[in-house]
Nanobody, 124 residues
Framework: QVQLVEAGGGLVQAGGSLRLSCAAS????????MGWFRQAQGKEREFVVA????????NHADSVKGRFTLSRNTAKNMLYLEMNSLKVEDTAVYSC?????????????????WGQGTQVTVSS
């Protein structure tokens, strides 16, 4: 099983930037897919971005394309989400997740391990 711990959430003004991190540990996951999801109050969990850990290819939700950048540090087993031009609508609990599937899946049901989540609040 892969253990995931998020960090970096907080309060930021609209138009600002924030960087989230996810520390992964446990079994080898070089062939896994790592991603970020978010869930706003009263809304369903939403796919944000995903990356093939070994290859590095990424998939972004349309709502964050051009604003969010997903990256990883394989040596440190760290996953990062750099969020720019933040909007009030980006306010949500952000969680990193790991899927045993080696594809850029967007379905939460395909992810096996989840972090505790970190709150991101964007003010106007």
């Amino acid at each position: 099983q892969v253990q995931l711990v998020e960090a970096g959430g907080g309060l930021v003004q609209a138009g600002g930037s924030l960087r989230l991190s996810c520390a992964a540990s446990g079994r080898s996951f070089t062939s896994w897919t790592m991603g970020w999801f978010r869930q706003a109050q009263g809304k369903e969990r939403e796919f944000v971005v995903a990356i093939n850990w070994g290859v590095g290819n990424t998939n972004h939700a349309d709502s964050v394309k051009g604003r969010f950048t997903l990256s990883r540090n394989t040596a440190k087993n760290m996953l990062y989400l750099e969020m720019n031009s933040l909007k009030v609508e980006d306010t949500a609990v952000y969680s990193c997740a790991a899927s045993r599937l080696g594809v850029l899946t967007t379905g939460p049901h395909n992810y096996d391990s989840w972090g505790q989540g970190t709150q991101v609040t964007v003010s106007s």
